[in-house]
T-cell receptor, first 115, second 111 residues
Framework: GAVVSQHPSRVICKSGTSVKIECRSL??????MFWYRQFPKKSLMLMAT?????????EQGVEKDKFLINHASLTLSTLTVTSAHPEDSSFYIC???????????FGPGTRLTVL | GESVGLHLPTLSVQEGDNSIINCAYS??????FIWYKQESGKGPQFIID?????DKRQGQRVTVLLNKTVKHLSLQIAATQPGDSAVYFC??????????FGQGTELSVKP
């Protein structure tokens, strides 16, 4: 299958700082990328859907000003957690798809810890 | 609200036995389901999918069964191996490619 990478794999930051997570599709052009959040021993919760060149569509309850998503190219989407707080600590996973109607390929995830 | 949920959070099987992981869904209009495997600290990995016009689909050592009458699907893993130990999620693929994940079942394989 296609390869999706995330960077960094782990990040620890202080409360109040912002953290940027990158999601890259390495061997295909992804028109659509998705961002998920996963708490320990829990399921994946979709946060937002981003289409290249458009504004992201956020799920209900997800603050778009706190979780900034940029999908400026067909191989890169970024999630910025602004003014991070300890409750933002989680495992963030992205997926990429050729289009919204094609199979999603998942990245390896980014573990965010906010102190 | 609508949800995709699993019956059991954990499942322990002996190596070589068959495993059955269950999933219930509530939206009768759902027509496309996917099973994923997630190993610790990694992203989900596609296992097998099934559309509502089918009731069974087989892959390598895995079979997915779909019962639309009771809104239930299951993943069967034949001859379970230690490498199968992971969390398994069913997911409903909705309009626009949105994936709604079930709660997950943690499969442990005893040697």
């Amino acid at each position: 299958g296609a390869v999706v990478s995330q960077h960094p794999s782990r990040v620890i930051c202080k409360s109040g700082t912002s953290v940027k997570i990158e999601c890259r599709s390495l061997d295909f052009q992804a028109t659509t990328m998705f961002w998920y959040r996963q708490f320990p021993k829990k399921s994946l919760m979709l946060m937002a859907t981003s289409n290249e060149g458009s504004k992201a569509t956020y799920e209900q309850g997800v603050e778009k000003d706190k979780f900034l998503i940029n999908h400026a190219s067909l191989t890169l989407s970024t999630l910025t957690v602004t003014s991070a707080h300890p409750e933002d600590s989680s495992f963030y996973i992205c997926s990429a798809a050729l289009t919204a109607y094609n199979e999603q390929f998942f990245g390896p995830g980014t573990r965010l810890t906010v102190l | 609200g609508e949800s995709v949920g699993l019956h059991l959070p954990t499942l322990s099987v002996q190596e070589g036995d068959n495993s059955i992981i269950n999933c219930a869904y509530s939206n009768s209009a759902s027509d496309y389901f996917i099973w994923y495997k997630q190993e610790s600290g990694k992203g989900p990995q596609f296992i097998i999918d099934i559309r509502s016009n089918m009731d069974k689909r087989q892959g390598q050592r895995v079979t997915v069964l779909l019962n639309k009458t009771v809104k239930h699907l299951s993943l069967q893993i034949a001859a379970t191996q230690p490498g199968d130990s992971a969390v398994y999620f069913c997911a409903e693929n909705r309009l626009g490619g949105k994936l709604i994940f079930g709660q997950g079942t943690e499969l442990s394989v005893k040697p």
